[in-house]
């Protein structure tokens, strides 16, 4: 049933429209984007600059037609290759949206919150989420916070919650709704993702990597995948640990190799969990000096969306 036919019926019209997640690093984008969709499709830790590519993340609920766009933290240094990247995935995010969801913590401002304001997109409502909401101990000590903040006349409304309670997420998405554009949706009722099963590995097995590595794990290290393939319901999968020096391959192949089975153990499952199939998954370490200083590595490595 198209849109005029269900207006001359009395239905109530589709909506569908693209948000932006903008935010400085470790604001919890990745945890909000997760809860939003109603499934983990973008992975979280608490290392800085986990989130490296746009990621796009539909949620359909009701007549409603949500597309998030999950995007790096912006940097406020980007002297590497790498960092540039993401740079420009963020502002290429916000050219194309029709809403942008500004994610801080509740209660705290910085120059880097200011500078990802500066690449809010004229013409655009903009909706302030004051994330982690659960952290504040009395909550009227916030609203003095909210008074300033209410002040800046970029912003069309501001959200406090957490991303970790279901009915704050239910909440941003009824404020969210009325600012889509009506029309057809853009995806199936259906689907979660635009990005593909081999893409969704990379990422499963990198979040992996940093949540077992911690702080130890420098900056500098990413995932491939060598092979993908699908024999009946069972994903063959062969990847690569790219890291920029021998010493960060045996951190993380770690004594007699129990770092990197328990890193790929963890991502087989939680493959399997995503893909709703089994799953064989080769890990490999390999060093290549430099990766993330080198553009034509960058791009090669898919940091170039």
Known sequence: MNDQHQAAQGAPLRRFGSIAIVGRPNVGKSTLLNALVGQKISITSDKAQTTRHRLLGVRTLGEVQYAFVDTPGFQLRHTRALQRAMNRSVRGALDEVDVALWVVEAGTWSEADERVGALLPAGRPVILVANKLDRIRGRESLLPWLAERGRDPRLAQIVPLSARREADVRRLLEVIAPYLPEGPWGFDADALTDRSERFMAAEILREKLFRLTGDELPYGSTVLIDQFEEQGRQRRIAASIVVERDSHKAMVIGAGGALIRRI?????????????????????????SGWADDQAAVRAFGYED
């Open 264 to 288: 790929s153990t963890e991502a087989r499952q939680d493959m399997q969990k995503l893909f709703d199939a089994p799953v064989f998954l080769e890990v490999w370490v390999k060093t290549r």
